[in-house]
């Protein structure tokens, strides 16, 4: 019996984009980014480094700050997670978390620190400025107790397991989303990012 190939398109009635995006890099850099910035607080592996750039890439957010010993570019192993995203990220590396908050906070920008502690508040239950800038700590140890005294805000995401603790790329993620949604975000709208 012959075996009939199908598209998965035939298949389901929908097509899967499987490609990147369909505009020129050019008009693409042109195109507003969210007033979001991710501030990587001494993060002790590359390759999560590298799911924040394909984040901050996706998401199409203002930047990504990496400090301490955070992995930055060029460094071989971020590109084996950043797929080829180190190009299209605003990113820049800051020796000091707390310089780099300094620095952020002078430029009129907040800065919340996403870790669990007895002052935050769930990330579903705040209402985010714009522009903000969150902070994401060491994976074992979490955010610097000095940078969080530093920081405008604490939020958590609510866990329910044995463990305390997301994958800080996924929490990342997570939070980075809901915040779109909250900023109203529409995926098809080069615009979006623009303030209302």
Same mark, same amino acid.
């Given at each position: 019996?012959?075996?009939?190939?199908?598209? *998965? %398109?035939?298949?389901?009635?929908? %097509?899967?984009?499987?490609?990147?995006?369909?505009?020129?890099? %050019?008009?693409?850099?042109?195109?507003?980014?969210?007033?979001?910035?991710?501030?990587? !607080? #001494?993060?002790?592996?590359?390759? #999560?480094? &590298?799911?924040?750039?394909?984040?901050?890439?996706?998401?199409?957010?203002?930047?990504?700050?990496?400090? *301490?010993?955070?992995?930055?570019?060029?460094?071989? $192993?971020?590109?084996?997670? +950043?797929?080829?995203?180190?190009?299209?990220?605003?990113?820049?590396?800051?020796? /000091?978390?707390?310089?780099?908050?300094?620095?952020?906070?002078? $430029? &009129?920008?907040?800065?919340?620190?996403? %870790?669990?502690?007895?002052?935050?508040?769930?990330?579903?239950?705040?209402?985010?400025?714009?522009?903000?800038?969150?902070?994401? *700590? @060491?994976? +074992?140890?979490?955010?610097?107790?000095?940078?969080?005294?530093?920081?405008?805000?604490?939020?958590?995401?609510?866990?329910? *397991?044995?463990? #305390? /603790?997301? @994958?800080?790329?996924?929490?990342? +993620?997570?939070? /980075?989303?809901?915040?779109?949604?909250?900023? @109203?975000? !529409?995926?098809? @709208?080069?615009?979006?990012?623009?303030?209302?």
């Amino acid at each position: 019996m012959a075996r009939r190939e199908i598209s *998965g %398109e035939e298949e389901s009635g929908f %097509e899967v984009r499987s490609q990147d995006l369909d505009v020129e890099l %050019e008009q693409y850099r042109q195109w507003p980014k969210f007033p979001l910035w991710l501030v990587l !607080d #001494n993060l002790r592996s590359a390759f #999560n480094v &590298g799911a924040f750039y394909r984040l901050a890439d996706i998401a199409r957010l203002s930047g990504l700050v990496t400090c *301490g010993y955070t992995a930055h570019p060029p460094h071989p $192993r971020l590109d084996k997670t +950043a797929l080829g995203t180190l190009d299209f990220v605003d990113d820049e590396h800051v020796p /000091s978390t707390l310089d780099a908050i300094t620095a952020l906070k002078d $430029r &009129g920008i907040k800065v919340w620190a996403v %870790e669990t502690t007895s002052a935050s508040k769930s990330y579903t239950n705040v209402t985010y400025p714009r522009p903000l800038a969150l902070v994401f *700590g @060491n994976e +074992a140890l979490g955010i610097d107790r000095q940078v969080l005294d530093l920081c405008d805000g604490l939020i958590e995401i609510p866990v329910f *397991g044995y463990k #305390n /603790s997301l @994958n800080v790329a996924s929490a990342a +993620a997570v939070v /980075s989303y809901e915040i779109l949604r909250q900023w @109203n975000y !529409d995926p098809s @709208n080069s615009e979006a990012a623009t303030d209302p």
